[in-house]
C-alpha cells in the first residue's frame, strides 16, 4: 500500500509540484498538468539524466512522446546539435511547439522542433543520437524504436524502465542507472556501443 501511495505522490510532484509551476511561470511556458494522453516528466529526474549524459555538442537529442516539451526545453539549455520531440497526440504536439519557442526559454540548442507522428515509424536522425523515453508507449513500439536505432549506434536513456527487455533484445546494454528495480523512480542508460 506504501508504494501505490508513493507513487501517486511522485506523479503529482511531476505533474503539477510547485518547482513544476514555478519552472513554468519562469519561462511562460504550460508542461505542468497530467491527463490519460500526457504524464510530465519530473524535472529534478530529467536535470540528472542530462546531467549524466554530459555535453554531446554532435548530437541529435530526441524525446518520442514529448508531451508537452518540457524535456525538449531542458535539453535545449544543454548543448546538443539538434534537438527534436515526435508526439502523436495533436493538442500535446502543438502545446509542445508553442512552449519550445518561447523566448524566454533560454536555450543553447537553437535547432529544435517538434514533429506530430508515431515514434514507431518515424525516421530516426543521422549521426550520433541520444533517445530519451519516459514511459512513451507499448514494448512493440520500444522494440521497434529499439531496432532501429540499434542500427545507428544510438544511446537511449529510459526513464520508469518497465519496457527494458526490447532494448536488450535488440543489442543494447545498460551503462548506467539509478535505481535499484523496476519502480517508477528509476531511469537507465543504454549504448549499442563498446
Given at each position: 500500500m506504501g508504494e501505490i501511495l508513493a507513487y501517486w505522490r511522485w506523479r503529482w510532484q511531476a505533474a503539477g509540484s510547485a518547482a513544476c509551476v514555478a519552472f513554468d511561470e519562469g519561462l511562460g511556458v504550460d508542461t505542468a498538468g497530467w491527463t490519460l494522453d500526457y504524464e510530465p516528466a519530473a524535472i529534478a529526474d530529467v536535470e540528472e539524466i542530462l546531467d549524466h549524459l554530459g555535453d554531446r555538442p554532435d548530437a541529435t537529442f530526441v524525446d518520442l512522446g514529448c508531451?508537452?516539451?518540457?524535456?525538449?526545453?531542458?535539453?535545449?539549455?544543454?548543448?546538443?546539435?539538434?534537438?527534436?520531440?515526435?508526439?502523436?497526440?495533436?493538442?500535446?504536439?502543438?502545446?509542445?511547439r508553442w512552449n519550445v519557442q518561447r523566448p524566454d526559454a533560454l536555450r543553447r540548442s537553437h535547432d529544435i522542433a517538434v514533429v506530430e507522428g508515431d515514434a514507431g515509424a518515424l525516421p530516426l536522425p543521422l549521426g550520433p543520437l541520444v533517445l530519451f523515453l519516459y514511459n512513451p508507449f507499448e514494448a512493440s513500439i520500444v522494440a521497434s524504436v529499439a531496432r532501429r536505432a540499434g542500427a545507428v549506434g544510438a544511446t537511449i536513456v529510459l526513464a520508469y524502465p518497465r519496457e527494458e527487455k526490447a532494448l536488450l533484445d535488440a543489442g543494447f546494454r545498460e551503462v548506467a542507472r539509478r535505481g535499484a528495480s523496476d519502480l517508477f523512480d528509476d531511469w537507465r542508460v543504454y549504448s549499442t556501443m563498446p
Open positions: 508531451g508537452k516539451g518540457r524535456v525538449l526545453i531542458l535539453a535545449a539549455r544543454r548543448r546538443f546539435r539538434r534537438v527534436v520531440g515526435v508526439e502523436i497526440v495533436p493538442s500535446l504536439a502543438s502545446t509542445a
